[in-house]
């Protein structure tokens, strides 16, 4: 580590209190050399603050609770330790990750396929919406790390024979705040009751709640708090800005900003699963690769759109807050709020899903006339104030023809859709 601390400028390497200077590198976190490589396969230049704080402390065996938002690089902070862990002591049904919804238990489960790699690591992820019986034998293979969400788990240990957890060294409860908001605190005792006392539990949350307080007396011993960003912060590289729009003129609006960031990938969040599903059909017609995630969509068709947006064939991703929650999307450029978030949380949710790991992202909320308290809050909220971005009002409304017809399109299409009884999430042109 670096010789004397010398200046003050020191803000992010070492404490100023003479503490030791903080890991820089994987190697010194004390991961071993092939987990070293598996990260700069992953690309990984340099572990997260998070990753710095959680994964010396998850090695000397000690219980954690995490204090870190999305994209902070806390699946890495778990995943890393208990690979390592693995590798030591090598068995099956090693460790149980648990999270609120399926899409970030599928992503946990890639995260964990990817750094295990090159050590022949079996994952196993089961969810619901997804067929038991496949998912049994799956599991009758013994993986060595089981991913799931807690109703299925539970579905799991009461019906799938020759399952169980009680082998389980490793227990990570993941935004376990969100878990506790879907009410699955009955489902967490039970899974709690069925593993063994002697094991580490990694329990990670964005924020601290009495309900999470309570789940940590009851699932960690002696825990160590890590901690990485004060209670609500965006990070440092990413450029916030406002565009103040009239509201009848929002969609027009949306089309010259995705022109003015032709070629980057962007995620645009509305507040309605009706309206991604219509902006993504008038922006497919526009010439857009746009796909939309909700709620309403089926949860195959969801998995298809964020793999095609993962794969690049489309590279605008129209969602609504629900099915953002927890998406490991790699990195987009830009985040667009068209329809202001209606509380502040939401909004460092939505921004964090850009300028990840130290890379630069942009983040562009549209504000009508009708948004103006809404926007004024969340300034409050992360204490700063968004810069205007730049738009030519004469340059947006030539665009007002071509998107009227757009419109006009997507209201067909979307009426055809509910004509064939399509609730789940449309099976045509909109979820393509």
Known sequence: AAGGGGGGDGGDDADSSGAKAKPKTFAELGLVPELVEACEARDWKAPTPIQQEAVPVALQDRDIIGLAETGSGKTGAFAL????????????????IIAPTRELAFQIGEQFDALGAGLGLKSCVVVGGVDMVSQAVALAKKPHVVIGTPGRLVDHIENTKGFSLRTIKFLVLDEADKMLSMDFEEELDKILQVIPRERRTFLFSATMTAKVAKLQRAS?????KVEVSSKYTTVKTL???YIFIPAKYKDVY???????????TAIVFVSTCNAAQRLAIMLRSLGFPAVPLHGQMSQAKRLGALNKFKAGSRTILLATDVASRGLDIPSVDVVLNVDVPQNGKDYIHRVGRTARAGRAGRALTFVTQYDVELYQRIEALIGQKLQEFPSDEETVLVLQERVAEAQRHATMEMRAEGERGGRGGGGGRGSG
Do not use: M, W
Not at 81 to 96: K, T
Not at 220 to 224: A, N
């Open 239 to 241: 450029v916030q800005q």
């Open 254 to 264: 949306l089309t010259y900003v995705l022109n003015e960031f032709a070629g980057k």
């Open 81 to 96: 330790p208990i690979l390592q862990s693995l590798l030591h002591r090598p068995q099956r049904l090693v460790a149980c």
């Open 220 to 224: 960690l011993v002696d825990p160590v």
